[in-house]
Nanobody
Framework: QVQLVESGGGLVQAGGSLRLSCAAS????????MGWFRQTPGKEREFVVS????????YYGGSVKGRFTISRDNAENTVYLQMRNLKPEDTAVYYC???????????????WGHGTQVTVSS
């Protein structure tokens, strides 16, 4: 089972930026669609963004398009989430996700990271 470890979360003021990283433990990273989800207490886990194996296709959900950017470095087995213009409603635990196929929903995810907390204050 691939291990996914998120990092980069923290506390930021509204309007600020953070970059999350997700490091995979195995060398088949390039065979996986990768994605990011987020979840807050009392809410369903929400699709944020995903990226294809080659990095050529991306999908954005919610209201993050234009503010968040996903990228991946297959040589480093790492996927990134650059978050800009953060809003208090972006506060959540952000989870890295992997699948051998397209990721657009929780049901499509085969592997999850442990999550990293992002808190946006204002």
């Amino acid at each position: 089972q691939v291990q996914l470890v998120e990092s980069g979360g923290g506390l930021v003021q509204a309007g600020g930026s953070l970059r999350l990283s997700c490091a995979a433990s195995r060398g088949t990273f390039n065979t996986y669609y990768m994605g990011w989800f987020r979840q807050t207490p009392g809410k369903e886990r929400e699709f944020v963004v995903s990226i294809s194996q080659s990095g050529g296709v991306t999908y954005y959900g919610g209201s993050v398009k234009g503010r968040f950017t996903i990228s991946r470095d297959n040589a480093e087995n790492t996927v990134y989430l650059q978050m800009r213009n953060l809003k208090p409603e972006d506060t959540a635990v952000y989870y890295c996700a992997a699948s051998t196929n397209l990721i657009r929903a929780v049901r499509e995810v085969a592997h999850w990271g442990h999550g990293t907390q992002v808190t946006v204050s204002s």
